[in-house]
């Protein structure tokens, strides 16, 4: 007997959603909707279950799949911060499209296989230039998104997770803790930006994330 597959996630580019979902229907039948606030779910008649975590917010009245196709199509301006321990980026997307950035990179000492003093030494000296490292980051942010941060509808984050919570714990930035920018809790795995990452940053954090059950 073959085994059957576990859940999985997947994502989906904005622009093949609706497509996705007509598949979805075609190969398990017409599904029936559950909306609640931070989620969708679609349950079709065969048990193959897809649901859609509402990263941008609960969806407006209607038909669930236009809204969600709708919401997920818009083309927003966000803020972006993605940040590591030797190199740091910032943007603004319209949509996908970066439209202002700027990114940096820092010497941080890796870590040594020396022990006692020898260790501390090291360890005090990577600390102070991952700290060197951070407070230019934040400067860079505070240039970029504060004079525009009236005008971003969420705050998108990248990188290592310590190094971007290091970064906007900076005093200056607090206008960016505000709640209407909160964009889930998620900070997306990317590797050390460069200008390369943040212009592709737009397409990697709009990407539909679908949790699919064993069947679907």
């Known amino acids: ?12 580019a904005p622009v093949r959603l609706a497509g996705w979902l007509a598949g979805f229907a075609e190969r398990h039948g017409t599904p029936a909707a559950e909306v609640a606030p931070d989620r969708l779910t679609l349950r079709a008649p065969d048990g193959a279950e897809a649901a859609f975590p509402l990263a941008w917010g609960p969806l407006p009245d209607g038909d669930p799949l236009a809204a969600l196709v709708a919401e997920a199509t818009r083309e927003r301006r966000v803020g972006a911060v993605i940040a590591r ?7 603004v997307f319209d949509g996908a499209r970066l439209v202002a950035g700027r990114h940096g990179h820092h010497y941080v000492q890796g870590r040594t296989k020396a022990g006692g003093w020898s260790q501390q030494r090291y360890s005090r000296r990577r600390a102070n230039q991952a700290g060197k ?3 230019a980051a934040a400067d860079d942010v505070a240039e970029v998104l504060l004079p525009v941060v009236d ?9 290592d997770r310590a190094a ?16 209407r920018l909160r964009h889930g809790t998620a900070v997306f795995g990317v590797p050390d930006p460069n200008a390369g990452v943040l212009a592709g940053f737009g397409e990697l954090f709009r990407k539909v994330v679908v949790e699919l059950n064993q069947l679907a």
């Not at 085994?3 to 999985?8: A, D, K, L, M």
């Open 151 to 159: 005008t971003l509808e969420a705050l998108i984050l990248g990188g």
């Open 164 to 179: 971007v919570a290091a970064v906007l714990a900076h005093p200056d930035l607090a206008p960016l803790a505000a709640e």
């Open 1 to 12: 007997m073959t085994p059957q597959p576990g859940p999985r996630t997947i994502s989906v």
């Open 85 to 91: 321990r030797q190199a740091h980026a910032v943007g």
């Open 133 to 135: 490292s951070f407070d």
